[in-house]
């Protein structure tokens, strides 16, 4: 088997090597540029962080229960709520301040139960006086009366329950521990 190979005449599916394209760099250099000024900013905006680290806002001091309430009745009233005639709103928004600051301060479970509910757990409890107990619980059942009854309080009666809830926030107070375990 004798294989010849074709002629140059022959072969007309072979083409001549092409001229060298020149190729404009440009871009390569503009992008290298691009890239490695954002990878210096990165790196600027790191060691700065690092070296001088941003303050952190200060957190708030805590509030203990009773100032929570008593800016929470402050608050109330600024909203002015009595006064477009919302007494049902207005006592919604007073028991919420109330079941909160019993359940806080005086550790009853008042937030998510009934007043009905809270009746035996501040019968239960010696944290607070007898004048205490009945306080709370006549100002619970007043607040329901307005909240489900509908009810429209005179505007003496709303006075009245507020400087009771006042008071009652700004006298009740627990017992601190040492005195706690002296009297146990």
Do not use: C
Request: hydrophobic share 45%; aromatic share 8%; glycine share 2%.
């Amino acid at each position: 088997m004798n294989a010849s190979l074709p002629s140059l005449d022959q072969m007309t599916d072979i083409l001549d090597i092409k001229p060298i394209i020149q190729v404009s760099l440009l871009w390569f250099w503009i992008l290298l540029f691009i890239l490695l000024l954002g990878l210096g900013a990165w790196l600027y905006f790191f060691i700065r962080s690092r070296l001088n680290p941003r303050e952190k806002p200060k957190p708030e001091p805590l509030l203990s229960p009773r100032e929570i309430a008593l800016r929470d009745l402050e608050e109330l009233d600024r909203l002015g709520i009595l006064e477009r005639g919302q007494y049902r709103k207005y006592y919604f928004r007073l028991s919420e301040i109330v079941r909160l600051f019993l359940q806080d301060e005086i550790r009853l479970p008042a937030v998510d139960t009934t007043t009905e509910e809270i009746k035996p757990h501040l019968i239960g409890t010696s944290l607070l006086n007898l004048e205490e107990k009945n306080l709370t619980s006549r100002v619970l059942a007043d607040m329901d009366l307005v909240k489900f009854a509908r009810f429209v309080p005179s505007s003496h009666e709303v006075s009245d329950l507020r400087t009771k809830i006042l008071h009652f926030i700004q006298t009740t107070h627990l017992p601190l521990k040492e005195e706690a375990d002296v009297s146990s």
